[in-house]
């Protein structure tokens, strides 16, 4: 990740998946749009981010099993790794609440 802006998007993408509904492109740019007041960018840039994000190997695209026009987004294996690594590092630092969380 290269940027706050990036990180948004991937945990936009991560908890939608988490939560067992999957975004679309558009669901995503939707979400995002709400967000363009904290400074992600427009529509087209907030796309941009996600096409650089995708070929960076952090998001992942799949056809949708009802309706093969859909396609959701999804983390990869990758950015994965890269959100535990982090939940590893600050668990190592004993912050409070990541420990609360843990429990």
Known sequence: ????EDREILISIGYADEIGTPLSLKELTLELT????MGLGSTT????????LINHGMVVKRIANHDGRVIHLMLSSKALR????YGRMMMGMRWPR?????R
């Open 1 to 4: 990740m290269c940027s706050l």
């Open 34 to 37: 709400g967000l363009n007041l």
């Open 45 to 52: 840039t907030i796309r941009r981010r996600l096409i650089r």
């Open 82 to 85: 890269l959100f535990a690594g």
């Open 98 to 102: 990541a420990q609360r969380l843990a």
